[in-house]
């Protein structure tokens, strides 16, 4: 006979189903959410405490999840990604999936859905997720497929890639030792990797045509007013299109860049176009082009005062206002560059017909008038400069260019943080040379320090990189898994499902322990899911006269089926505020996916070991 549950397990179990009907509902924010839950089970345990707690042991429980190292490690990754993205280290990889995208965009998210897969097979799938993340994210401002509708389907591809091997996630090695520990043998790297790739098989059609579908545009509407700005495209003397028609290139370039000359012939070297287009597409259009947007001079001499003195290049927008000396000139006879050492990259017209020829000097080059907004490149103090001696307007929205001379420095950062991870760092001690695996607590916050010293990342800029969203979520996911396990409410779901298990088929005993291994991983931890679901699935095998080993790997697997709630991983929160999800993004994409993985992956395991 089972034993009524404690009246902390009860409560525990109350907790966590009213935190997900508030998630579910969506009246309340997630971080309003969070800390109601952190507040609940704070104030709970301080007049009712765990029996042989102190009240402030309660209280450490519900806090300890804002210090705990899976939270720190989350934050630790999301600067380590930052300092990707302000180097532009990411740009190859960027524009390679960009081609494929802009050759196909099906294909483009096929090929990156194999890419995250394969490589969280060896890579563990947190740093994997961190290194595309903001590829997918620069994509998508790019005119590829919305963040919103790529980042839930490359997560699930990650977090199945990393089911695939016992060191794809810190939770197959949690599981497989303590299965050890129960005297099962050990698993090799790719002992189940067979069954997880027919599984992948059956889920990719899923991930790929399906679950964009089922997600929305959750990208900030585009501004139909949004600035183009007129400018002078130089073309470089060394450039490789010196020679080659025009027309021939333009299928390269991005979309929403014009050109305004009537242009014949080849691209001679110093040949100045007169384009217009957004500052995106002035900017991959320079790339393409192998131009300046301003003379060579000034962008060299920025570039050497940046370097030199270690302050970042800016580019802001600034209004013309009544009292500027620049009205009437042009940019040739402003001499903005000699004067503050700024490059003036175009000018932006707004609500005038541009075309009138007292709106042009003779020599084609526009004329500065009131409100014309022009976006200027420098370093801050000359940019201040500029501004207050011009009687210039500066506008909110100033960009940082990214500090690509330190970006092969941020990838060897990130690769040297993974590497250490997920394959280790030699080490000669007494028994050998061997390699030694550092938690991925450890050598991402490593990392992160190493970014901030070396100046990938400015410290005071760390605000940018983390999302309050997250790191609440995080603290009361850990809250919620602490009390679940210390309260016995796993423990005593564990035995409900003992005694309901009994008399039904192998295959429905698998699926049965992998749904309720993946309720535990969804709602509080996978690593609670996995400390409970592992002895539990031991004894079942045990009492139903079952091999234990199936068993095992269906907790194993309903650990990483953590698709259908953000706080089930730490990758889930990841892309949560990049994606602009909500709580029921998760439910609608992951639950149909958890059923069609528990089916396939029951049915596999039945077949696999002659059940």
Same mark, same amino acid.
């Given at each position: 006979?089972?034993?009524?549950?404690?009246?902390?397990?009860?409560?525990?179990?109350?907790?966590?189903? $009213?935190?997900?009907?508030?998630?579910?509902?969506?009246?309340?924010?997630?971080?309003?959410?969070?800390?109601?839950?952190?507040?609940?089970?704070?104030?709970?345990?301080?007049?009712?405490?765990?029996?042989?707690?102190?009240?402030?042991?309660?209280?450490?429980?519900?806090?300890?999840?804002?210090?705990?190292?899976?939270?720190?490690?989350?934050? @630790?990754?999301?600067?380590?990604?930052?300092?990707?993205?302000?180097?532009?280290?990411?740009?190859?990889?960027?524009?390679?999936?960009?081609?494929?995208?802009?050759?196909?965009?099906?294909?483009?998210?096929?090929?990156?859905?194999?890419?995250?897969?394969?490589?969280?097979?060896?890579?563990?799938?947190?740093?994997?997720?961190?290194?595309?993340?903001?590829?997918?994210?620069?994509?998508?401002?790019?005119?590829?497929?919305? @963040?919103?509708?790529?980042?839930?389907?490359?997560?699930?591809?990650?977090?199945?890639?990393?089911?695939?091997?016992?060191?794809?996630?810190?939770?197959?090695?949690?599981?497989?030792?303590?299965?050890?520990?129960?005297?099962?043998?050990?698993?090799?790297?790719?002992?189940?990797?067979?069954?997880?790739?027919?599984?992948?098989?059956?889920?990719?059609?899923?991930?790929?045509?399906?679950?964009?579908?089922?997600?929305?545009?959750?990208?900030?509407?585009?501004?139909?007013?949004?600035?183009?700005?007129?400018?002078? +495209?130089?073309?470089?003397?060394?450039?490789?299109?010196?020679?080659?028609?025009?027309?021939?290139?333009?299928?390269?370039?991005?979309?929403?860049?014009?050109?305004?000359?009537?242009?014949?012939?080849?691209?001679?070297?110093?040949?100045?176009?007169?384009?217009?287009?957004?500052?995106?597409?002035?900017?991959?259009?320079?790339?393409?082009?192998?131009?300046?947007?301003?003379?060579?001079?000034?962008?060299?001499?920025?570039?050497?005062?940046?370097?030199?003195?270690?302050?970042?290049?800016?580019?802001?927008?600034?209004?013309?206002?009544?009292?500027?000396?620049?009205?009437?000139?042009?940019?040739?006879?402003?001499?903005?560059?000699?004067?503050?050492?700024?490059?003036?990259?175009?000018?932006?017209?707004?609500?005038?017909?541009?075309?009138?020829?007292?709106?042009?000097?003779?020599?084609?080059? +526009?004329?500065?008038?009131?409100?014309?907004?022009? +976006?200027?490149?420098?370093?801050?103090?000359?940019?201040?400069?500029?501004?207050?001696?011009?009687?210039?307007?500066?506008?909110?929205?100033?960009?940082?260019?990214?500090?690509?001379?330190?970006?092969?420095?941020?990838?060897?950062?990130?690769?040297?943080?993974? @590497?250490?991870?997920?394959?280790?760092?030699?080490?000669?001690?007494?028994?050998?040379?061997?390699?030694?695996? $550092?938690?991925?607590?450890?050598?991402?916050?490593?990392? @992160?320090?190493?970014?901030?010293?070396?100046?990938?990342?400015?410290?005071?800029?760390?605000?940018?990189?983390?999302?309050?969203?997250?790191?609440?979520?995080?603290?009361?996911?850990? /809250?919620?898994?602490?009390?679940?396990?210390?309260?016995? !409410?796993? /423990?005593?779901?564990?035995?409900?499902?003992?005694? !309901?298990?009994?008399?039904?088929?192998?295959?429905?005993?698998?699926?049965?322990? $992998?749904?309720?291994?993946?309720?535990?991983?969804?709602?509080?931890?996978?690593?609670?899911?996995?400390?409970?679901?592992?002895?539990?699935?031991?004894?079942?095998?045990?009492?139903?006269?079952?091999?234990?080993?199936?068993?095992?790997?269906?907790?194993?697997?309903?650990?990483?089926?953590?698709?259908?709630?953000?706080?089930?991983?730490?990758?889930?929160?990841?892309?949560?505020?990049?994606?602009?999800?909500?709580?029921?993004?998760?439910?609608?994409?992951?639950?149909?996916?958890?059923?069609?993985?528990?089916?396939? +992956?029951?049915?596999?395991?039945?077949?696999?070991?002659?059940?």
């Amino acid at each position: 006979m089972i034993a009524v549950p404690s009246f902390h397990a009860i409560a525990a179990m109350a907790i966590t189903v $009213m935190m997900f009907i508030a998630f579910a509902r969506g009246r309340l924010s997630v971080e309003i959410i969070s800390l109601l839950t952190i507040a609940v089970i704070a104030v709970g345990l301080y007049f009712f405490p765990l029996e042989g707690t102190k009240p402030t042991d309660g209280l450490a429980l519900a806090f300890g999840g804002f210090g705990h190292y899976a939270l720190i490690t989350i934050c @630790a990754l999301m600067i380590m990604g930052r300092g990707l993205v302000v180097t532009g280290a990411l740009e190859p990889a960027a524009r390679f999936l960009g081609s494929v995208f802009k050759f196909n965009l099906q294909l483009g998210l096929l090929v990156s859905l194999l890419l995250a897969f394969f490589l969280s097979m060896a890579v563990n799938d947190t740093p994997v997720l961190v290194l595309l993340l903001p590829i997918f994210v620069a994509l998508a401002a790019q005119g590829a497929m919305p @963040a919103s509708k790529t980042l839930i389907p490359l997560n699930a591809a990650v977090l199945i890639g990393g089911m695939a091997t016992t060191i794809g996630t810190s939770t197959n090695i949690l599981v497989t030792s303590i299965a050890v520990d129960l005297g099962m043998p050990p698993m090799g790297v790719f002992h189940y990797t067979p069954i997880v790739l027919i599984a992948a098989v059956v889920a990719l059609p899923y991930l790929w045509l399906v679950m964009p579908r089922l997600l929305g545009d959750n990208s900030k509407e585009a501004d139909s007013n949004v600035r183009r700005f007129h400018t002078r +495209l130089r073309i470089g003397s060394e450039s490789t299109l010196v020679g080659q028609e025009l027309a021939d290139i333009l299928p390269k370039l991005p979309k929403g860049i014009t050109f305004h000359d009537s242009l014949s012939g080849p691209i001679e070297p110093q040949q100045r176009l007169h384009i217009s287009g957004t500052h995106e597409a002035l900017e991959e259009a320079t790339r393409i082009l192998q131009g300046g947007l301003a003379p060579s001079w000034v962008l060299d001499k920025i570039r050497r005062e940046s370097s030199s003195t270690r302050k970042d290049i800016t580019v802001v927008e600034m209004t013309v206002t009544a009292d500027s000396r620049l009205l009437t000139r042009t940019l040739p006879s402003s001499g903005i560059a000699d004067l503050y050492g700024v490059g003036v990259l175009g000018i932006h017209r707004p609500n005038r017909v541009l075309g009138e020829k007292e709106q042009y000097s003779d020599g084609g080059d +526009l004329r500065i008038a009131e409100g014309d907004v022009l +976006l200027v490149m420098g370093i801050d103090v000359d940019l201040q400069d500029f501004a207050r001696a011009d009687s210039l307007l500066m506008l909110e929205g100033a960009l940082e260019l990214p500090r690509r001379s330190k970006a092969v420095l941020a990838a060897v950062i990130m690769f040297g943080a993974v @590497a250490t991870a997920s394959v280790g760092i030699p080490f000669i001690g007494s028994e050998g040379f061997y390699l030694l695996k $550092m938690p991925i607590a450890i050598s991402a916050l490593a990392g @992160a320090i190493l970014m901030f010293l070396t100046g990938c990342v400015k410290f005071d800029r760390v605000g940018r990189a983390l999302s309050a969203k997250v790191i609440v979520l995080v603290a009361a996911s850990i /809250a919620i898994g602490r009390i679940v396990l210390e309260s016995g !409410a796993a /423990a005593w779901l564990g035995e409900i499902m003992s005694l !309901a298990l009994s008399g039904l088929p192998p295959a429905m005993v698998l699926a049965a322990i $992998m749904l309720f291994v993946t309720l535990l991983t969804n709602f509080a931890s996978n690593a609670t899911a996995a400390t409970v679901g592992t002895p539990i699935a031991f004894n079942i095998a045990n009492q139903l006269g079952l091999p234990a080993e199936p068993l095992i790997l269906a907790v194993l697997f309903g650990c990483n089926l953590c698709y259908a709630t953000p706080i089930a991983y730490q990758t889930n929160m990841l892309i949560m505020a990049e994606g602009n999800y909500e709580f029921k993004d998760y439910i609608r994409t992951g639950v149909p996916l958890v059923a069609l993985m528990v089916t396939t +992956l029951s049915i596999l395991l039945a077949l696999w070991y002659g059940m």
